[in-house]
Each structure stands twice: as C-alpha cells, then as structure tokens.
C-alpha cells in the first residue's frame, strides 16, 4: 500500500492484486473474490484463497495452489485488464508463475520483488539425509522459479547477497537488470495522548518502560526465531542485573513451548501481540531489541523489516544470526552479534552500564537506517525503475 501511495502521489493509477487471506494475522479480509475502490484511481482486487492457520505446512502450499487458479481465472475472464507495467512480489511461487506468463503474452513489463528464497528454503525443513531426495521431488518449484527468474525485466531484493543468489539461476541472462530496494514502512508518528496511552498499558503491567531497563523482541512466536538465545541472556542476566527485564511480544504455534521456557525467569515477560504503536514506543524506550533469526539461507541472506524498525528508532539490535546481519554490525557497529558459545556476550552488559557506549550504537543505528532503508529513497528508486521500464 505504500508504494501504492507514492505512484498515486506521482499521477499514476493503481491496481493492488491481492490475496483475500490476511497472511500477518491468518485471518480473511473478505470471502470470495472483491473489487474495493478506496481512492481516485486506485482500485483494489481480492482473490479467494482457502487460507492456513501455520506458516509452514501442506494447507499453505494448498492455499498458494488455489490463489494461483483463482488468480489465473480472474486475468482470463477480465481481458480489458492491461496495466502498463507491473510490480510483483515473489513469493509466492504460484501466483508469480501465473502474472509472469499472462505479462510476457500481453507485453507487460515487470519488476519482480524478492523477498524469501522460495524454493530453496522448503529444503531447510528435511533432515539431512533427506535434502537430496527433497530437492528432486521439489524440482518442479526449482523449474517454475528459473521460468520467473528468466522473464521479467528487473529484480529487485532485500540485499547484495539475495540478488547474487537470483543469479544463480539467470547467469546467462544479461538483459536483466537488478537493484537493491527494502519495502521498508513510513516512519511512526505518536501524538503524546497516544505514546501515554501506551506507557500506561505497560505500566498496567508492572513496567515503567520510561527507565529504560528493557530489551524486546517483537514477532511472530514461530520456528523462524531461536529463543533459547534470548533465554541464555536472560539466564546470565537474572543475578547480575535483576532489575533489568525481556519483554517478549507475539503470537504463534510456539507460546505454549516458549511459556514453559521461560517459566522460571521472573525477568522475562511473555505477553501477547501488540499494535504497531505499541511496539514502537516499547522498542525507542529499550536498550536493545533482539533478533534471534535461524540460520538458514533466507535469514542469512536478509535483513528483516524488525531490525530495521530497530534501526529506525535509534536502537541497536542483538542477533546470532550470521550473513547480512553480521556484516551490518561489522560495518555500521549497530548492534552486537554474539556466537552460539557467547562470544561478545560482554558486550551486552557494556550496553547496560556505559552510557557513552549505548549513546554511540544508538547514533550509529539512526545513521545506518538514513543510509540504506531512507523510506522516499527506496520508493523514490523503485517509480524511478518502474516509469522506465
């Protein structure tokens, strides 16, 4: 939608193709298909899937399937529709596969957005000795990724190291072009009624967020985050530093595990989703955020819009992570990367009892988030692209 706002602010008219299925929330937006005219020159088309509860599992890959089918009827039946360029996001697989194909007959051009290593990290979920087998009984989603690959006009990704693994798969395709481009969202702006509205909530929870005694992780509570991480700080904190708190926020098929984890940490505070207005306010009153992503090639390969809303607040970040995070603190020094035999893990405590030490990753964290995700700057490049196309 954001994006969407910068090319209407520009004259263009705009077409949000859309699944009906609300993926952040696993929740519908509406049943069956639904054409919303929200704005001048703006239209927005909803697509029926079946939906999901998990975000990994075969109804996913169901609901994706179906989208796919429901999505190729709608381009079939509404054959006036010809947009002169198109914006696509990857994945899913299945519905680019479908836009790709019905773009290439009609001499559209695209852009194609890479946000995951779709098909390679389904191979993440086998064990070992089954990886190889996997990939063969995946190799269709491998062919139907080189097809998409193959046939747009440009890609753009997250980072350096997504873009190089695109081009794995069109080394002989030099007509693409590639940029570098994270979504990232528009600053939060809180009224004062609204920032004390949220320091009441938390202090209806027994913290003065205003001391700043606290680190935080905001997200989904899934198998995408390691937290015994958090709980091995946790754990070293409770003797030396009591007063200090793990505020852990989100929803997921992991909060009954993750409740009996923390058990027995009194300085850990496991509670439920909160609104974005809530976690800004939590995360620019913290000493640091954490960012526990497992290391699998689309982590590594990333950086996730949490660390950069970390960023975007002034406030270092603490990972395990390896890959694009790592070599973000190496060169910015915005965070603290510490290893699984807890290397650096000094680092921590200097965060919590030198001022001139968190006051210089805070400054560096504001001036990394200008330089790489500047919100006019990124959606500015991509207009840019897209206008030229």
């Known amino acids: 939608m954001l994006l969407a706002d910068k090319l209407l ?18 929740t519908f937006r509406t049943k069956g298909s639904k054409s919303i005219f929200s704005k001048k020159n703006l239209t927005i088309q909803l ?34 529709f010809k947009p002169d360029k198109v914006f696509l996001g990857y994945p899913p697989i299945e519905t680019s596969f ?15 957005d890479v946000k995951d290593n779709w098909p390679e990290n389904f191979i993440e979920l086998f064990p070992k000795y089954f990886k190889s087998s996997a990939r063969i009984i995946l190799l269709p989603y491998f062919m139907v990724t080189n097809y998409i690959f193959n046939n747009v006009n440009m890609i753009c990704s997250i980072t350096k190291s997504f873009i190089l693994w695109i081009k794995e798969y069109n080394q002989n395709n030099s007509e693409i072009e590639y940029f570098i481009a994270p979504l990232v969202r528009k600053k939060i702006i809180l009224s004062e009624k609204k920032i004390k509205r949220v320091l009441d909530h938390w202090f209806s929870k027994g913290i003065n967020i205003t001391q700043g005694k606290h680190f935080v992780f905001v997200g989904s509570l899934t198998k995408s985050f390691d937290f015994k991480f958090i709980y091995k700080i946790a754990s070293l904190f409770i003797t030396e530093y009591p007063s200090y708190r793990f505020i852990i926020c989100g929803t997921g098929d992991r909060y009954k595990e993750l409740n009996f984890l923390f058990r027995n940490l009194p300085n850990v505070l496991l509670t439920d989703e909160i609104d974005k207005y809530q976690a800004s306010v939590l995360i620019k009153n913290s000493i640091a955020t954490f960012a526990p992503y497992v290391c699998n090639l689309n982590y590594i390969n990333s950086i996730p819009n949490k660390v950069i809303e970390s960023l975007e607040s002034g406030i270092p970040f603490i990972t395990n992570t390896e890959g694009e995070l790592k070599r973000l603190i190496e060169n910015y020094e915005n965070g603290i990367y510490v290893d699984k035999n807890m290397k650096n893990f000094y680092k921590i405590k200097k965060l919590v009892e030198e001022k001139e030490y968190r006051e210089k990753l805070r400054i560096n964290s504001i001036k990394s988030y200008r330089e790489l995700f500047d919100f006019d700057k990124t959606y500015q490049e991509i207009i840019t692209n897209l206008e030229r196309i």
Do not use: E, M
């Open 98 to 112: 479908i836009v790709v194909r019905w773009a290439k007959k009609n001499n559209i051009p695209i852009i194609l």
């Open 9 to 26: 602010a520009n004259g263009h008219k705009v077409t949000i193709i859309s699944s009906s299925f609300f993926h952040q929330r696993k």
């Open 47 to 80: 697509i029926p899937s079946c939906g999901y509860k998990k975000h990994i599992g075969f109804k996913r890959l169901f609901d994706h399937i179906l989208l796919s089918i429901n999505l190729n009827k709608f381009l079939q039946n509404n054959t006036n």
